[in-house]
């Protein structure tokens, strides 16, 4: 899945690296946060570290996703005192398989499902790169997914949620995003603990991959240390196709 959802605005370029304003999160953080895209290149030389090493004087949050083979750039941000929190993993398939056909309810969501998501999004993660960050507080974390959940509904991020019911009650849900050349993205999923293990994760997936538009293959990303969600989407055909090192950045408090 991606990050979370990001501000469009302007970049602040720096050569080869660019510091972007997430207004998004900060809203949510209660404090100013930027994103740091690119890759650093030698001939930015002390430039490039000015102006990163003056962004992180400041009080605020910051954070980057870099591939894991781009070194160079990794050793930058950490001289600069960014310090990795995860490692994300993108996975793919063009076929699903082992979804299965009978088991739950799985629907398109409706906007009467809003409220019950929200709460979901809010219970439903660990692993996230927020919530293994100690630095932020877990029920920071929590909002932050419930906030993005919440984003589909107002018609913010997402084509497509999907629900999972049991007992008339709805248990799980799945975000997703149509990307380009027919890439459908998974953005979110979850399901509450006590309703895991009963296939539900893999009915919503399959349910996706039949129903929201006509996907020539299925994206998702998820964290090296889920290792349950690893071996679901192992099990369902998909495969690893890139891994980035995700690095954080706390300024000084106010």
Same mark, same amino acid.
């Given at each position: ?15 080869? *690296? ?33 102006? %990163?090493?003056? *962004? ?20 930058? %941000? ?119 293990? %009963? ?30 969600? *690893? ?24």
């Amino acid at each position: 899945m991606s990050d979370q959802p990001s501000d469009v605005s302007v970049p602040h370029s720096v050569r080869g *690296l660019s510091i972007v304003p997430d207004a998004w999160l900060a809203t949510i953080m209660n404090r100013d946060v930027h994103r740091i895209t690119g890759v650093w290149e030698e001939q930015e030389g002390i430039t490039t570290l000015q102006e %990163l090493r003056q *962004l992180t004087l400041r009080p605020g949050f910051a954070y980057a996703k870099i591939a894991t083979q781009e070194v160079r750039t990794s050793h930058q %941000l950490e001289e600069c005192g960014f310090r990795i929190v995860d490692t994300a993993l993108t996975l793919e398939t063009p076929r699903l398989r082992h979804v299965g056909t009978a088991g739950p309810l799985v629907r398109l969501a409706t906007s009467n499902d809003a409220p019950r998501v929200v709460d979901i999004a809010r219970q439903s993660f660990r692993y996230s790169r927020f919530h293994v960050d100690p630095d932020i507080p877990l029920s920071l974390a929590d909002e932050i997914k419930a906030r993005w959940a919440g984003n589909f509904f107002s018609r913010q991020r997402g084509d497509y949620m999907v629900v999972a019911e049991h007992d008339g009650r709805v248990v799980g849900f799945l975000q997703l995003i149509a990307a380009a050349e027919q890439v459908l993205m998974i953005d979110l999923v979850a399901v509450l603990p006590d309703f895991r293990g %009963l296939g539900l994760a893999a009915a919503m997936i399959g349910f996706a991959s039949m129903t929201c538009g006509h996907p020539r293959m299925v994206r998702v990303g998820t964290q090296s240390a889920n290792l349950p969600s *690893l071996a679901l989407y192992y099990k369902l055909g998909f495969q690893v196709v890139s891994s980035s090192h995700i690095f954080h950045h706390h300024g000084p408090s106010r």
